[in-house]
């Protein structure tokens, strides 16, 4: 094989932003050679691509050696499986599965370890994060004490929500800007620190916005270490800010504002303390402004990376076994939330399964009335560095 013929799936507002940049050939050795959305009317504009209304009917074409799903959540996990077991390679947007429960379904059909099972974590990329991870990575931090992460830069206007009937329902989505805006965030946040082994949360349930799911955030989170966590995140709060605080006995390092800075301690905290003679004495410190430029390849950074671990073997960005681990993270939240109780991790992926399934039986919420985005909304205007979601 010496190129990838490429099938998406799902052709809403993020689907045909990648479809564009497929038929604009941005993608080396791959071609987009089928669409399918059950929406017929979204497949007018691909004339000239075998298209389908049926997922099935796409993997079984014979005319895609991978595909890309863009669908809304809960079929992530049918979509992935069926593909996975009819052969082809498979790279999904996130979340790779709406609960835990799923993930591991999804999972555990990927038995084949020649078919290259990718996730859309493109933020991945973005290389302040990148530099953040590398400095940890190394032990330039020392041992981590403490990680912040406030994100309400994601404000989302009511004609957000009433653009698509899935969109903010327990049954249609499973949940809210933990499911929808925040799995790049929980991903860069494990990805960096590692996963915690205790969650309490508190949220609000269409605090902001006329749904029924989480539109405000606040977790703690515990570490095996016995660091601390905070997570904060909104849909409503306007203006927003998007600031990463990770401290160590070395320092603190921070992103903030599309720039990377790190105050490090000229010897560790720790030590310097155990030394000093002065009981108001602290360490020196160097004021590091790390140089950044742009947010890295991002979504297309992604694309080749799956076509060229399907043709060359290459590692991958973001492994979607990895996929699991936000879903996680957002899964204990709104458990925690729910039940006003602190969660253990690992998660009991068949106690949430049953929760949300009460959730659904449950729910009295009505949809307002649906009305599609304007077709010319410029999707990219909500990417930017440390979030990424339409």
């Known amino acids: ?43 007018a504009p691909y004339a000239n691509i075998k298209t389908y209304t049926k997922s099935e009917e796409l993997i079984r074409s014979g005319e895609v050696d991978a595909v890309l799903i863009v669908t809304p959540h809960y079929s992530h996990t049918t979509i992935g499986i069926d593909a996975l077991s009819s052969g082809l390679h498979v790279l999904t947007e996130k979340p790779i599965s709406v609960h835990k429960a799923d993930c591991e379904r999804l999972i555990a059909a990927h038995t084949d370890k020649n078919l290259v099972f990718a996730a859309m974590f493109n933020q991945r990329t973005d290389p302040h994060y990148k530099k953040v991870k590398k400095i940890i990575d190394e032990g330039g931090l020392g041992e981590i004490s403490r990680v912040n992460w406030i994100v309400t830069d994601w404000f989302r206007t009511d004609a957000y929500y009433a653009s698509g009937g899935w969109r903010a329902t327990w049954q249609g989505e499973g949940g809210g800007v933990l499911m929808n805006q ?5 991903d860069l946040m494990q990805w960096i620190c590692g996963m915690p082994i205790s969650v309490m949360a508190y949220a609000g349930f269409g605090m902001k916005h006329n749904i029924e799911v989480e539109d405000e955030v606040a977790a ?13 995140t909104s849909t409503g709060e306007a203006p927003g800010i998007n600031r990463l605080e990770i401290v160590g006995e070395m320092g603190r390092l921070m992103v903030d504002n599309g720039n990377v800075s790190f105050l490090r301690n000229e010897s560790s905290s720790v030590g310097f303390s155990r030394a000093a003679t002065q009981g108001f004495a602290t360490p020196p410190v160097w004021d590091i402004r790390i140089p950044v430029n742009g947010n890295g390849g991002q979504h297309m950074e992604v694309t080749q990376n799956f076509v060229d671990a399907i043709l060359d073997g290459t590692p991958l960005i973001a492994p979607a076994e990895e996929g699991m681990k936000s879903v996680e993270l957002a899964n204990s939240m709104v458990y925690s939330a729910l039940t006003h109780m602190p969660v253990n991790l690992p998660l009991d992926s068949t106690a949430y399964e049953n929760k949300l399934k009460e959730l659904i039986a449950n729910s009295k919420f009505v949809k307002p009335e649906i009305k599609e985005r304007p077709a010319n909304e410029n999707v990219a205007i909500s990417f930017g560095a440390g979030k990424q979601e339409v």
Do not use: W
């Not at 497929?22 to 497949?43: P, S, W």
């Not at 925040?182 to 929980?186: G, I, K, S």
């Open 182 to 186: 925040c799995p790049h965030n929980l």
């Open 1 to 43: 094989m010496n190129e990838v013929r490429l099938g998406v799936i799902g052709v809403g507002s993020m689907g045909t932003f990648h479809t564009n940049y497929l038929l604009g050939g941005k993608i080396n050795r791959c071609r987009l050679t089928a669409i399918c959305d059950i929406d017929e009317q979204k497949l």
């Open 220 to 232: 703690v989170m515990k570490y095996e270490n016995g660091s601390t966590g905070v997570f904060v």
